[in-house]
């Protein structure tokens, strides 16, 4: 069974930027893609960023802001938030489905961390 756990969420001001991290465990040898998704209350999960065997995607509404990298022998996953906004206030999610290729919808991932808040301020 996969593990997930996130960290590196704090406070921030707006204009700083902040990394996160989430080690996996329990991973088979098969082709795992990993991706970062966040939430605030009232609102749906959205997708942010993804890496898999085949490459990256990245939402729109993320691009040049966010980054996401990769570890295989750590089974770890980052992402690299710059330039934050309050808008950017919310937990974030690591989740992990076992195929080579990325999605962004939260209905394909079977593994889902806790979350690690993150808060933006002006």
């Known amino acids: 069974q996969v593990h997930l756990v996130e960290s590196g969420g704090g406070s921030v001001h707006a204009g700083e930027s902040l990394r996160l991290s989430c080690t996996a465990s329990g991973l088979t040898d098969e082709p795992y893609a990993l991706a970062w998704f966040r939430q605030v209350p009232g609102k749906q999960r959205e997708g942010i960023i993804c890496?898999?065997?085949?490459?990256?995607l990245v939402n729109d509404r993320f691009k040049g802001r966010f980054t996401i990298s990769r570890d295989h022998p750590t089974n770890a996953v980052s992402l690299q938030m710059d330039n934050l906004t309050p808008e950017d206030t919310a937990t974030y999610y690591c989740?992990?489905?076992?195929?080579?290729?990325?999605?962004?919808?939260?209905?394909?991932?079977?593994?889902w961390g806790q979350g690690t808040h993150v808060t933006v301020s002006a």
């Open positions: 890496i898999a065997r085949v490459g990256t």
């Open positions: 989740a992990a489905r076992q195929k080579t290729a990325c999605v962004l919808n939260t209905v394909p991932y079977a593994s």
